[in-house]
């Protein structure tokens, strides 16, 4: 086999990618998604070699590094990589059965504490930056050109590691009382709330603290008693709250908390509400 490091044009990009194209190749299926996200990290000039090659077997035919060739074309500017030539053509089958790495273990690699609820806060403030709410899977927030790549999570966390950081073990305090709410949409919200809504800590908290709190006596905050009684119902009668349903709950309680407007019941019909409620931010 022979190694070398290649400067690969758009237009060198697609005549490699073509050649792991035609009828008999067992080429992989491609997620634009991808391609999308590589090209956006090129184009910041964040693409890095990493040592990770391009791969052709000995019949010049691209095994590895299809979603990498489409990324430079769409990028429209050329980009270094490491280059292997004259592989088995049989090795296709070995290629990405590796664990994909997610934002936590990249968190974890650099010493992060909490840092899988780290990453997945990170998530959740990012999608509600980019789409206004939060879903079952907490997914990265949706780009226009495709899904956040880790490179860009990691760098959303790199703005604000103290904020992020802080609220994570916030979070933690809270959830060794009770996991009424998830890890990463509670500290999502929390710190979406405080660092993007313009709210004060203190602020916050006090609702945060009513949700999580154990105790069967009012808080003192009746939209968070609300909202924690119709949590705790649906998980004893067995039919957890969707996503949907929940995140508009939420929103409910906190926008009546934060504006001090009294609810005689906390409810959510899609049927009957003009739009889907957003977080009320300053």
């Not at 990324?71 to 429209?76: H, S, T």
């Amino acid at each position: 086999m022979q190694y070398a490091v290649e400067t690969i044009t758009p237009q060198k990009a697609r005549e490699y990618f073509n050649t792991s194209q035609g009828e008999g190749k067992k080429f992989r299926p491609i997620s634009q998604q991808y391609v999308h996200s590589y090209a956006d990290t090129m184009e910041k000039g964040r693409w890095m070699e990493n040592g990770e090659p391009i791969v052709f077997d000995i019949n010049g035919d691209l095994q590895n590094g299809c979603h990498r060739m489409l990324a430079v074309e769409e990028a429209g500017i050329p980009v270094r990589f490491l280059v292997v030539r004259g592989v088995d053509p049989e090795a296709f089958t070995t290629y990405d059965n590796g664990r994909h790495r997610t934002v936590g273990q990249l968190l974890c690699m650099q010493g992060v504490k909490n840092y899988n609820l780290v990453g997945s806060i990170v998530l959740a403030n990012e999608r509600l930056i980019k789409c206004g709410r939060l879903v079952e899977n907490n997914s990265s927030a949706t780009k226009s050109r495709g899904k956040a790549s880790n490179d860009d999570n990691y760098q959303n966390y790199r703005r604000d590691p103290k904020g992020f950081d802080d609220t994570a073990t916030y979070i933690v305090k809270l959830m060794s009382r009770t996991r009424i709410l998830s890890g990463s949409w509670a500290g999502g919200i929390f710190y979406y709330l405080t660092h993007t809504g313009g709210y004060q800590k203190e602020e916050v908290e006090p609702f945060f603290e009513a949700i999580f709190s154990s105790a069967l006596v009012p808080s003192g905050i009746p939209t968070a008693d609300m909202l924690r009684q119709r949590i705790t119902n649906a998980a004893i009668s067995g039919q957890k709250l969707k996503a949907d349903m929940l995140f508009a709950l939420i929103v409910k309680a906190w926008n009546a908390y934060i504006t001090g407007r009294e609810l005689k019941k906390l409810v959510y019909d899609p049927n009957k509400e003009n739009e889907y409620p957003s977080l009320k931010l300053k």
